[in-house]
């Protein structure tokens, strides 16, 4: 598990069914892009988010293959359709093997 | 706000579109490659699809991009210029609400950015837009 | 409110990009007017107008400092919060245990640094004051994740109000060998802080938009290093630049250049945590 990874999403709390909702999500991580070079000269090698999923209950929003130029502290913004009331899972996967989780409810008058 | 961001699309066919692709020879080549394994080689239109990027970054390592291309199913992003061109691939799903995204992505330095969108009709869309980045004067 | 989406096919739109464009922009966070520009006060009298180095930055850095989502420096907010609540060192104490919420803390900011028992006192001495002296934790280095993110949460809940940083009395004697660290030509480049940021704010330096120097919304997540950056570790940024040695975080000199500083935007507002370049 990389160091001080936190992720944060904001997700509105209500909504109507079927209502289009912008979602926006950050995760603090260094993306170690493989490009640059410690001390010695010798590269420090990648080590990054390299993939970000968003689905509510149980159906794919949106699946992002990520690759070093994305900047440390991955910020997402997207659309998502709201059709029930339910829950969103954030998912980001690390090079290092880690998973990342964040859930957050919606509820639909 | 609209006055500040600059928004480009190039019309044009494949090869023109191709060929308006900066960067170092080696760099165009593995451009080429990603936009080949994306598309097998498709014409690329244009006119659907819209990269927002500012005109003058105000630091390479933290540039806000916004790419939007109704009716894709997923658009990549390629930074033409960088050692690794690839940026990412934003992948839509059945809740998808908008077939767009925002995110925050690094420039080496001045160079296209370019989108290229999979269409739900088979179909592929290309935008690309010239970003600067400058070296700072006296960042600290 | 970032991005008006166009759909028109095959039309080519450009834009001009002023550079300058942000200059008479507001600063709006999440609705809330936050003050950017203010009046001269006497002791800046070199100066037309006071203004917050977010009227530098281009829109598009603006605009990320004006959603709390967007700006990143929240995600160590959310950090410092875990810190502030964390038991840590002997006493068995975290920062919550005497000072219950950080809410608490509004107004600290906007008067710091002071002088207390006669020696500048900044936002970092207080939080490494409460961890050695009653907390029985180690002291955190000046300018560490750690730290940056404590004060960061600190110094929001005084966001939005009035710089008011005692010059006088007790602080006179400090204020004033800022005052002269700040005239004061050195480096290989023979530079004063007032050569750039009095003299020169508003031009380009090569590819930088120089702003006054104000550090109202310090510690500030840096696009360029993508974290937040203290106050004094700003100072050795451009210290260095300049090809002089720099004085040490957490030193006399640079405490009595903060206090200075943070005195040249009275009447301005406490940004932090903000966004820069």
Known sequence: MAKGVKPRVKVPKTASAGDIITIKTLISHKMESGQRKNKDGNKIPRSIINRFTCSFNGQNVIDVALEPAISTNPYFQFDAVVPETGEFKFIWHDDDGSVYEKVKSVSVA | ?140 | MYLKKILSASVLIISANFVFAGEDDNLLIDGEAILVRAAVQAHTPELDILRSGWTFRKDSTQEIQMDDFDNPAFVFVDQGIDFYNAVDGTAGKSCASCHSDVEKFAGLRASMPRVQNGNITTMEDLVNGCRTERMGADAWKWSSSKMTAVTALIGLQSRGMPISVKMDGSAAAHWSKGKELYYTRVGQLDMSCANCHEENYGNMIRADHLSQGQINGFPTYRLKNSKLNSIHARFKGCMKNIRATPYKEGSEEFKALELYLASRANGLSVETPSVRN
């Open chain 2, 1 to 140: 706000m609209s006055l500040t961001r600059r928004k480009l699309m190039v019309a044009g066919s494949s090869l023109l579109a191709l060929s308006a692709i900066s960067g170092t020879p080696l760099f165009a080549s593995i451009v080429d490659d990603h936009i080949n394994a994306f598309t097998g080689g498709a014409d690329l239109a244009s006119g659907s699809i819209m990269l927002d990027t500012p005109e003058i970054a105000e630091n390479g390592n933290t540039v806000p991009i916004e790419v939007s291309a109704p009716g894709a199913t997923s658009i990549m992003l390629l930074a033409a210029g960088n050692p690794v061109p690839a940026v990412a691939t934003f992948n839509f799903g059945p809740l998808s609400g908008a077939r767009s995204g925002s995110t925050r992505i690094r420039l080496a330095k001045s160079q296209d950015v370019i989108a290229i969108a999979k269409m739900n009709d088979g179909s592929y869309e290309m935008a690309s837009a010239m970003v600067k980045v400058t070296i700072g004067g006296c960042g600290g």
